[in-house]
């Protein structure tokens, strides 16, 4: 089983031929320290107690490692039995095709919002194909379908490029197929948008608005340039206040990158931590389940979870249930309330530009590059992958207009 699993991750291109035996090696290790035959997928329990026996020999990333390896010869035996998946008549039914998506999804980590935004598409790829057995679907499918929402729902490219992504994730992770003939599908046409700025008054003005702890919020993803996500899944740890940076961890992409830290946010934020610390401490006393944990981190340290450091910044207030375990923990505060007090904020402050919380970003970038800054700066700040995304912001930064004065002022 073993030679078929190597052979399996070879064909997907799911990795590098040179990380394929570090990965069988893993699952050759945890079958035989849990004692279970290569046939069967291995208990969790034997699993989990196996990452933890991990834990005390390998490094973290040797952990998360060894757990996708497990995760994913677990997926391995349960398409290559004697009947091939298609003919599975639990694919014929969407309800268990949605869960075998999310189940996937989770298996190889992508975020909650990556995942809710799968569902989402898959849920329209349903309604658009009438509820045509999953595993009767075929490219056509996925081509017409592409096709209605450039041409009848006039979606925009980058919106058309992530229903895809969608689909062509189910197709070739549940239904092991490829999608072919692409070439026929309409596109939407591609438009050269230049992002919202704000000047330095209507950023100060707009903060001024925000209240009820949003204003902290508001100051945070604006003087450190931080994208939505970012900003509320910061936790007490990544705050260095002595060095003056802030850590931003597992940012677009899985990566991590430092971004300054404003002085001007160090007293107000230490002042919060004081005030939520009552909060971190009446978990405590409750026995409340710690916060989330990333990766196999709750595997190597159990308690890490109901630690101080780990607390997010920007608690929740209230108890809520994670939809990927089912544990009541306390989470980080809901984004979308802090989007609609920076649309309520901009409203009182008499701005017409359309205001999001991308734009605070779009504004850091702006200032930063009017005020001097290079562009390979602002983009490890940014941590964008591509300079030529960073470049963007040199369309709309005024000290780029090479002091070009309307004749109407010269008159």
């Given at each position: ?94 309800g268990v095709f ?212 780990w607390f997010w ?8 249930v994670d939809p ?88």
């Amino acid at each position: 089983m073993i030679e078929k699993y190597a052979a399996y991750l070879k064909e997907t291109h799911r990795l590098s031929e040179r990380m394929i035996p570090y990965y069988t090696k893993w699952v050759r290790e945890a079958y035989t320290h849990s004692n279970t035959s290569l046939k069967a997928p291995i208990p969790e329990t034997s699993k989990d107690i196996y990452l933890r026996h991990c834990a005390t020999r390998y490094e973290d990333w040797q952990v998360n490692q060894a757990d996708e390896s497990i995760r994913l010869y677990t997926y391995f035996l349960s398409i290559s039995g004697d009947t091939p998946l298609l003919d599975r008549p639990a694919l014929e039914d969407w309800g268990v095709f949605g869960k075998e998506m999310i189940r996937i999804l989770r298996l190889r980590h992508r975020s909650l919002s990556t995942e809710r935004t799968y569902m989402h598409w898959l849920r329209h790829f349903y309604r658009f194909v009438k509820g045509k057995a999953p595993s009767k679907l075929e490219s056509q499918d996925v081509v017409d379908f592409l096709s209605y929402l450039a041409v009848e729902r006039n979606i925009a490219a980058s919106t058309q490029n992530q229903a895809f992504n969608a689909i062509l994730f189910a197709f070739r992770h549940i239904l092991n197929k490829d999608i072919e003939n692409l070439g026929n599908t309409v596109r939407s046409p591609r438009r050269k948008t230049l992002p919202v700025v704000l000047s330095r008054r209507e950023v100060m003005a707009v903060l001024g608005h925000l209240k009820d702890g949003n204003h902290l919020v508001g100051s945070v993803n604006y003087g450190c340039g931080l994208r939505v996500s970012e900003c509320f899944n910061l936790r007490v740890k990544d705050l260095d206040f002595d060095r003056g940076i802030i850590m931003v961890r597992c940012g677009k992409g899985g990566k991590d990158r430092q971004t300054v830290f404003p002085d001007s946010l160090k007293e107000p934020l230490q002042e919060h931590l004081e005030e939520i610390r009552e909060i971190h401490e009446h978990d405590r006393k409750n026995d409340t389940p710690g916060v989330y944990m990333p990766n196999a981190l709750d595997r190597k340290y159990p308690n890490a979870g109901k630690e101080w450091k780990w607390f997010w910044v920007f608690p929740s207030h209230k108890l809520s249930v994670d939809p990927r375990t089912g544990i009541t923990r306390r989470h980080f505060r809901y984004p979308k309330s802090y989007q609609r007090a920076i649309k309520e904020a901009s409203m009182a402050a008499h701005i017409t530009k359309r205001v999001s919380s991308h734009t605070f970003r779009h504004s850091f970038a702006t200032h930063l590059l009017e005020s001097g800054t290079d562009l390979r700066t602002i983009q490890e700040l940014l941590g964008h992958s591509d300079i030529k995304t960073t470049m963007i912001y040199t369309h709309v930064a005024s000290k780029n207009k090479l002091g070009v004065k309307s004749p109407l002022d010269a008159a």
